[in-house]
């Protein structure tokens, strides 16, 4: 990946103003992230890219005016230009946001918000370099980072001008409808027997059928966790894993127990489970109900479809955190 | 559907000059009440406010004594002495509306603490607005009811506007979930034009209530189509107000537009199905006008009965 035709004096900002707020606050204890906190990191990340010589920002808009109190104290300091999105607080602002940000050609783009947010953004981008933030829940993907280091991060990095030292290819599951690529999704893709999307997020182990995972980690919570719980060990990086819950034929059934969710620890009975290597297509074994991708029920499918899943490990370019501020 | 047709007859007989004083109606909105409702049993309570036709329909009201009341008859839930904001029915758990805002929130509260003295089984539900959530009866109410683990929901009709004024202007917060966290207890931002979303939220917050574990806020974002309201002085669309271009936009996620979709996808019902129901509940709800038209005024001298209890009966 070439970094020359790249504008490294500027970044975008993309902050979801609706993670952090679902139903799992209510079925499980995870916590609201509420604006203020959000408006707070974003202030603090103003003060990284200015000490570090970030020019503009790109700035996906939204009804909360989240990255208002940042624009009106460095606005001497910082060009920000709020993209023009026509429209705000929904999936296609983000998707709108993230295009005109690729366009222009920014030095990477900074995503605070979850799983689900991340996934979003790198799938309507190509090349440009993305450092996603922990602001949701049951996250696994973006990383826990305080804001000010986040704004450093991102402003040494446009520093360094080296996308291919300083970045990481991530991995992700495609989700196909016969030959057909219809989503994908950075963590898991969870197969559920649940009809509908309604409040979106999963959290009933009844209702899972099967999983399909990318990325695992020992302090990782959601679905996901059910992974490491099998494995014990870090996934190899052209690797994903399959899992099927369910009353096994053998007379040593296999359970165990997985943070499913913020302080939820469920006993999960798997029928079966293997790894799975790079482009390997994997049929979906249910023929209707929902795939949620990274935490969210998002396709709906009936029998008239036929869902598969395969392991493309050419994701979305992230910045390398640890490296680029040790330099 | 049975409160979308409901509410287009009211307003048509409001145009023939048959039903007198204001008049809210629900449409946009209806995939809150329908949601919730549907996670309730019949001896759960309900509490409404001003802009509640769609509460008790959705609660299994009868809609002939729904349209009675609003039209001021005799038949009517409260002997066509209530009018709109009046259609009470105790025997299924509907406490009644209010016209003072906020108000419903500490009865549904305090039926929610008898519950828990009485040490029964049912919990209360209630529907305030984005502009009541700003009331200090509302902040009372949940203060309590969480200190005492009161088994209640709060659903907030977050509909983005109290009367004209845009809930960004008033609230303090972006979303009125995000307050939940003050009290202590589970705040849920919802998808208020998606019913099953509404009914998901719901039940978890009916298992959170009945289980001994306390109040639940759930924000339902939704969106009136009319104006505040028909028959008081016209209130009228400006562009300080809302645009025609952001009502088109909330109407096409209509919320029965989006169930109807869900549920042909998942082949649960066929178009020729939902048509069917179409025209048989068009039909309840012009037998329900007619009933209503049929139904006499009450007499003059009815007007203080039913009023007063008689305190020393129960004294």
């Not at chain 1, 203020?36 to 990340?45: F, G, Q, T």
């Amino acid at each position: 990946m070439d970094s020359k035709d790249r504008d490294f004096s500027s970044v975008g900002i993309i902050a979801n103003p609706l993670s952090g707020k679902d139903i799992r606050r209510l079925v499980a204890s995870a916590s609201v992230v509420s604006t203020h906190m959000k408006s707070n990191e974003i202030l603090k990340l103003y003060a990284g890219l200015v000490a570090y010589g970030i020019k503009k920002v790109y700035v996906m808009p939204d009804y909360s005016d989240i990255s208002r109190r940042a624009r009106e104290q460095y606005s001497e300091k910082i060009e920000t230009i709020l993209i023009n999105t026509n429209i705000l607080d929904a999936e296609e602002t983000t998707i709108r946001a993230a295009k005109k940000m690729e366009a222009n050609k920014v030095g990477c783009i900074i995503v605070f918000g979850g799983d689900g947010t991340c996934r979003l953004v790198s799938k309507h981008i190509n090349t440009t370099p993305i450092l996603p933030v922990s602001t949701g829940t049951n996250n696994l993907f973006p990383l826990n980072l305080e804001g000010t280091v986040v704004g450093i991060a991102a402003a040494k990095f446009c520093l360094l001008k080296n996308i291919k030292k300083y970045c990481t290819r991530e991995k992700k599951l495609e989700i196909y409808d016969g030959n057909n690529l219809i989503d994908s999704s950075l963590v898991d893709v969870v197969i559920t027997k649940t009809p509908y999307i309604g409040s979106r997020a999963i959290w009933d182990i009844k209702n899972i059928d099967e999983l399909f995972i990318a990325k695992i980690s020992h302090e990782g919570i959601g679905f996901s966790s059910i992974g490491y719980s099998l494995l014990k060990k870090d996934l190899d990086f052209n690797k994903g894993i399959h899992i099927t819950l369910g009353e096994n034929d053998y007379n040593n059934p296999q359970k165990i127990m997985s943070a499913i969710a913020p302080g939820k620890i469920e006993e999960i009975e798997i029928q079966g489970w293997k790894e799975f290597d790079n482009n390997n297509e994997i049929a979906v074994k249910l023929s209707s109900g929902t795939v949620a991708l990274d935490g969210e029920r998002t396709i709906e499918f009936s029998s008239s479809q036929k869902i598969s899943v395969k392991l493309n490990i050419e994701g979305p370019y992230c910045l390398k955190v640890k490296e680029i501020l040790s330099t | 559907m049975r409160i979308r047709l409901f509410e287009s007859a009211l307003i048509e007989c409001q145009k023939l000059g048959e039903i007198v004083g204001s008049l809210h109606t629900y449409i946009g909105e209806e995939a809150v009440a329908v949601g919730a409702c549907v996670a309730l049993n019949d001896d759960d309570y309900i509490a409404g406010n001003h802009r509640s036709h769609g509460h008790p329909i959705a609660k299994g009201g009868d809609i002939n004594k729904a349209m009675a009341e609003i039209f001021g008859k005799r038949d009517g839930y409260c002997k066509g002495k209530g009018g709109s904001m009046h259609l009470a029915d105790f025997s299924i758990g509907i406490l009644g509306e209010s016209g003072i805002v906020a108000s419903s929130v500490p009865v549904a509260t305090g039926a929610a603490l008898a519950s828990k003295l009485k040490n029964e089984d049912f919990i209360s539900l209630v529907f305030f607005g984005d502009g009541a959530s700003n009331q200090g009866a509302c902040h009372e109410s949940m203060n309590l009811a969480a200190l005492w683990k009161l088994p209640v929901i709060f659903v907030c009709e977050n509909n983005q506007f109290a009367v004209t004024t845009s809930y960004k202007d008033s609230v303090s917060v972006d979303h009125i979930s995000d307050r939940a966290s003050a009290y202590g207890i589970p705040g849920v931002l919802v998808d208020g034009q998606d019913a099953l979303a509404m009914y998901e939220a719901t039940s978890e917050a009916v298992n959170r209530a009945r289980s001994g574990q306390g109040p639940t806020l759930i924000e339902g974002l939704t969106y009136r189509y009319e104006d505040h309201s028909l028959g008081l002085a016209s209130v009228r669309r400006d562009q300080s107000y809302r645009s025609d271009e952001e009502v088109e936009k909330w109407r096409k996620r209509d919320p029965i537009e989006v169930l109807k979709s869900n549920m042909m996808k998942q082949n649960i019902i066929t178009q020729k199905e939902f048509d069917e129901i179409e025209e048989k509940e068009k039909i309840s709800v012009e037998k329900a006008v007619d009933f209503a038209r049929k139904s006499p005024f009450p007499e003059p001298k009815e007007l203080y009965d039913d009023l007063f209890t008689d305190p020393i009966e129960y004294a």
